[in-house]
């Protein structure tokens, strides 16, 4: 019988949950960079798929998915890459973070053949309304996919609703507008994540705009687990060409790692 995502989540007081986007900066290197995250302490991983329309994502991940774009990175190709990460041996569950159209233009069918040939334990659509989600969550938990929702500050009297139903773990956005690295988290979130917690019975985990361990400092106490984006796919802008290049790979993907580290420095990271 194939692992479930409940299967392969650790046992971990903390999740910590980084975002790569597939293909940036080659797809070899994507395979090494969930790897090392592996490594590095991650519970779960999100695989970002490049798309020309994404909405919720800021001018470093818009970035990230131009250069994946042009390694002719598709949804498909992405999910075929988590199949060689677990031949490589990446265990923890792999959430696919993409938009409808693409999911939509590939068809459900053929998704789910892939998720379940690829050890895909779950699926993040940011611009699928929770209201209009309800026949596709269903086909997910027929197919031990977790549909992953996202609560905002905003979503008010939806939150009871949103977090009720939630499968995986519950994506709470700290913060609105699109992702981005913040210089500093209104301490708001606070309340917003003790709100959310009472109604869900799933881990919590909170995203958008964390870059530093103060951040995860402030936030520790408050949820079940922290999403870092980003700021990791800017330290892989940033190692881009040490990243390809297959004499100084090494070397930049342990600097990538230390980098990671010192982020998540004030929570116990999992070890599988």
């Keep these: 019988m194939s692992l479930t995502f409940n299967d392969r989540l650790p046992d971990v007081d903390k999740l910590f949950i980084p975002f790569i986007v597939a293909g940036d900066p080659h797809p070899d290197v994507t395979i090494e960079l969930a790897l090392t995250l592996q490594e590095a302490g991650a519970a779960i991983i999100e695989l970002g798929i490049p798309y020309s329309d994404p909405l919720a994502d800021g001018p470093t991940i818009q970035s990230a998915s131009l250069r994946a774009l042009k390694n002719n990175m598709t949804l498909e190709k992405a999910m075929e890459l988590v199949g060689t990460m677990r031949k490589k041996g990446l265990k923890i569950p792999v959430v696919v973070f993409t938009y409808y159209n693409p999911v939509l233009q590939l068809g459900e069918n053929r998704f789910f053949t892939l998720a379940n040939k690829n050890g895909i334990d779950g699926l993040l659509i940011p611009d699928l309304p929770y209201e209009e989600s309800e026949n596709l969550r269903e086909r997910c938990e027929s197919e031990n996919v977790k549909f992953i929702s996202l609560v905002a500050p905003t979503s008010s009297k939806r939150i009871e609703k949103i977090a009720s139903s939630a499968q995986g773990f519950l994506y709470c956005v700290s913060s609105l507008g699109v992702t981005g690295v913040r210089d ?18 799933i881990p919590v985990a909170v995203g958008f705009g964390i870059s530093n361990s103060s951040h995860v400092k402030l936030l520790q106490d408050h949820c079940d687990g922290i999403v870092i984006g980003s700021a990791l796919v800017k330290k892989i802008e940033e190692l881009n060409g040490s990243l390809v290049d297959p004499s100084t790979r090494e070397a930049s993907l342990k600097e990538f790692k230390e980098y990671v580290e010192s982020i998540i420095s004030p929570i116990k990271p999992c070890e599988v």
């Design 184 to 201: 500093s988290l209104n301490e708001d979130v606070l309340g917003f994540l003790s709100e959310v917690k009472q109604y869900s019975k």
